[in-house]
């Protein structure tokens, strides 16, 4: 059964940063895009970041643009997501996703149960 754990959210005060995982279980991250997306409470889902599995082409959203940083380790089977700089307005829970690598998380096929990050002012 095709899994997704994200895991590492929590309460950091502005201008820390956190660390979160996707950890993937039923299939191999390599062949799949995987992405980061966030949604906060009233707000529509933001994409955040895409890494390719297969060739490790990736993207930012501009809100995260320079802050944050997608990795992946295929031994693992588990894209990162470190964030820094954190602001307030980043408070939200966060999902990572996996869908075909020519979508560049246009398109996702599994989803993880989320994980919420809390920024304080």
């Known amino acids: 059964q095709p899994q997704l754990v994200e895991s590492g959210g929590g309460l950091v005060h502005a201008g820390g940063s956190l660390r979160l995982s996707c950890a993937a279980s039923?299939?191999?991250?390599?062949?799949?895009?995987i992405g980061w997306f966030r949604q906060a409470p009233g707000k529509l889902r933001e994409g955040l970041s895409c890494?390719?599995?297969?060739?490790?082409?990736?993207n930012y959203g501009d809100s995260v643009k320079g802050r944050f940083t997608i990795s992946r380790d295929s031994a693992k089977n588990t894209v990162y997501l470190q964030m820094n700089s954190l602001k307030s307005e980043d408070t939200a829970v966060y999902y990572c996703?996996?869908?075909?690598?020519?979508?560049?998380?246009?398109?996702?096929?599994?989803w993880g149960q989320g994980t919420q990050v809390t920024v304080s002012s």
């Open positions: 996703a996996a869908g075909p690598a020519q979508a560049m998380c246009a398109m996702n096929d599994y």
């Open positions: 039923g299939f191999t991250l390599n062949e799949y895009a």
């Open positions: 890494i390719s599995g297969s060739d490790g082409r990736f």
